[in-house]
């Protein structure tokens, strides 16, 4: 491996490390909160993934997924105060993230679809940055492209036709 693939290459080490310590924080958040839940930590791809499954309700993801965006910036804040790295570490509460990944390559591959028959861009509603990737992946893979407009939190993707 070159010096260049090396640094690519992610710490696997370095991300399971992120993930110990994120797992610790969300465990304790858990117990203050007394809610029940158990914690699967996991590195997928350059990122730490930490999935809180087993627990009843939605308090944990908020309307929108706004609790768990919120939650994932203090994990991250925690990870970042004890590796002084920033992280970008993914949490996932009840597969939300999952059900929500796979409802937004559906609509990217749609939308996709619609203005390649009608030859005209479409704006979407404004989503988080993850949302807004899940939906990029799927326009380029059905051949088009796609761009990010507005300012966050009202970042949006505009789908553009060949």
Aim: hydrophobic share 40%.
């Amino acid at each position: 491996m070159t010096e260049a693939e090396q640094e690519k290459a992610p710490d696997i080490t370095a991300l399971e490390q992120e993930g110990e310590i994120a797992a610790d924080y969300v465990e304790g958040l858990l117990d203050i909160a007394d809610i029940d839940g158990d914690i699967d930590m996991d590195v997928e791809g350059d990122r730490a993934l930490v999935s809180v499954v087993g627990v009843k309700g939605t308090e944990l993801v908020g309307p929108g997924g706004e609790v768990l965006e919120a939650l994932q910036e203090l994990t991250r804040l925690a990870v970042h105060r004890q590796t002084g790295e920033r992280s970008r570490l993914m949490l996932d509460v009840a597969g939300y993230r999952e059900r929500r990944r796979a409802e937004l390559s559906k609509l990217g591959t749609e939308i996709a679809n619609q203005v390649k028959e009608r030859g005209e861009p479409k704006s979407l509603q404004p989503m988080t940055p993850f949302e807004r990737k899940i939906v990029h992946d799927a326009v380029a893979a059905a051949g088009l492209r796609s761009e990010s407009e507005g300012e966050e939190p009202h970042r949006y993707v505009v789908v553009l036709p060949a």
